[in-house]
């Protein structure tokens, strides 16, 4: 790119112009839609007095339909029949406000409704009313944004750079991903298919459910038509910001994609591209936003579609959807003998978030298990605009490679790539991003993915190295029971006593029965008084048996409910009693002594048991009803280096130097 920086620098002191009646976080209510108009009139400034002609000659045939013809003379998929372009807007001072909408009004349908998305005709009445649209357009009329002069891809820079300007404290990954980001997702997506993708007169499809400008559509169909120029790249996307939506229909128009591809919408809850699939799909969902609005929408198709939809492995926590939209990019894959394959970033949650059998492990359990994910790249910290976190590809696909001639064979593996040091500091941070990945860099990281080999940056797992069986530990219920005045005291803690003194009568009856309970109360309070306070029972069954006969020596019925609660405010723990044991003789459960255990999916449960827990507790036993399984991806901790704590004399003499440091900087402030 030639002067990239000088074309944002330029188109944003247009920005600034506007400083007073606008806020800088509405400069591009403007500025975008503004832009886009300027791209159109150079795009078709070359054919314009020909498609004004041919208008004319069409309107007296009386042809309804006269784009087709019309967009052959503009050899664009769109036209303009309005006499305007923005120098005859500029010959015009005082009207140009009504002339600049009849030059809207003026392009084919698909490209205006473009500019309608933008909701642009309630600026022109605010530029206008400030004195401002003259000069605005005056401005912009000195730039030429004609695609041989400033290319689609750096036209991509150009919006995006203006976006992250206009929106520096937007959400994390709200706008659009580094170009380099792109890059290496597309080289990493493509790169296994290299040879398939080089057959003459091949048709692929990409698909994009956070399309943003279109910048991931973009580079993937370039780097497609570099490896391939024969090749028909059809690019489909949806997005939900109507500013981003129109900045990449436009794009995609002036390439001569089909803009109608590109959806205005939530994925989640309007899918543009309902019953599709396709071959390649790539996005950067925004991180760890809530998907509250569509709970509604997305819960039902869950639990009435359930696999037949595409949330069937489950749903996440509401705080964050970014397993729903791979979700979603699964549901689109092909299911033909190539498959599909999915590129798409996240941040660190979805690795680890959700403990066994919560949503996110049951939607990484269905991935697995499915031998759908394919590898995963930890990329550098510092490299998006908005955010300075750790961030992820995920690579997934339905067509693993089990073919040695095609290349590593992957059936059954993933694939782990530790890219953090891959970077270089930039010269000048742009927001939050400070980092960036070299050209080679990409090319390195590329090649290491590919090779499929282990090494400093690289591990291969089998699927089953990520998954556990959460086990409930428990171990035996021990009480003692003593009949004391404190722990008779306890029963007015125990909710079956208190109830004997309640009504849900009103009035008299109410009254009466309250007054009842109180008796009876006082009763089993009285009989408890009557038992001797110095014995210390240590079997339960045995002090269930006093109990009730000293009950029954006083006409006093206890139903079970009752029973409980009495024993429950006479118990204490007790770890030399008996243990506690049900009607068939088993032992009961301390719920308090419960505990669970993570075992690895290949390591059987009871060696595990026998020898990593029995040996501590010899009274404990495994529940396995409440088993579950769940699965994990700890990447950190499989790249984890240890780094040996520095000596503490080397500490010490650092300390002591710092302290005289210190000192003698003191006594120059001081004046000694």
Known sequence: MINFQDKVNFIWSIAELLRGPYKK?????????????????????????????KYETLKKSGLQNMDPVLNRISKQEFNNTSKYDFEKLLADPDNIANNLRNYINGFSKNAREIIEHFDFD?????????????????????????????????????????????SEHGEAGDHYTPREVIRLMVNILLNEDNDELTQPGLVVTVYDCCAGTGGMLSVAEQYLKELNPGIQVELFGQEINPQSFSICKSDMLIKGQNADNIILGDSFTEDGHRGRTFRYMLTNPPFGVEWKKAEKFIREEYEKEG???????????????????????ISKMKQDEKGSRIAIIFNGSPLFTGDAGSGESEIRRWIIENDMLEGIIALPDQLFYNTGISTYIWIVTNRKNN????????????????AVDFYQKMRKSLGNKRNEITEEQIKEITRIYGEFKENEYCKIFDNEDFGYQ???????????????????????NETAFNNLAKSKKKGTAGLKEIEEGKKIQQQIIEVLRTMDSTILYKN???????????????????????????????SEKDETADICVDSKGNPEPDPDLRDTENVPLKEDIHEYFESEVKPHVPDAWVDETKT?????????????????????????????????????????????
């Open 25 to 53: 976080e509405q400069y591009g209510d403007v500025i975008l839609p503004m832009a886009v108009l300027r791209r159109f009139d150079c795009v078709l400034a070359a054919t314009k007095q020909e498609v004004l002609e």
């Open 122 to 166: 309630k600026q022109i009445t605010k530029l206008n009313d400030n004195n401002l649209l003259y000069l605005v357009v005056s401005e912009f009329n000195k730039i030429d944004l004609h695609p041989d002069v400033v290319s689609n891809t750096e036209m991509g820079y150009i919006f995006e750079e203006l976006i992250r300007r206009f």
């Open 307 to 329: 696999f037949n939809g595409r949330f069937g492995a489950g749903l996440p926590r509401i705080s964050d959807g970014s397993l729903l939209f791979l979700q979603h990019l």
């Open 403 to 418: 073919d040695p001639m095609k290349g590593p064979v992957r059936t059954g593996k993933i694939q782990l790539v530790n």
């Open 470 to 492: 959460k086990i409930v530990v428990e171990r035996p219920l021990r009480l003692n029971f003593q009949v004391t005045e404190e722990r008779i005291n306890n029963l007015y």
């Open 540 to 570: 339960r069954d045995e002090f269930i048996k006093v109990l009730k006969k000293v009950f029954k020596d006083n006409d006093i019925k206890l139903d079970s409910t009752l029973l409980k609660s009495i024993l429950s405010a006479l």
């Open 628 to 672: 579950k399984i769940g699965y994990e991806i700890p990447f950190t901790r499989h790249f984890y280096k240890y780094q040996p704590l520095r000596p503490s004399e080397e500490i010490m003499k650092e300390i002591i130097e710092l302290e005289k440091s210190i000192s003698e900087k003191l006594k120059k402030v001081m004046g000694e």
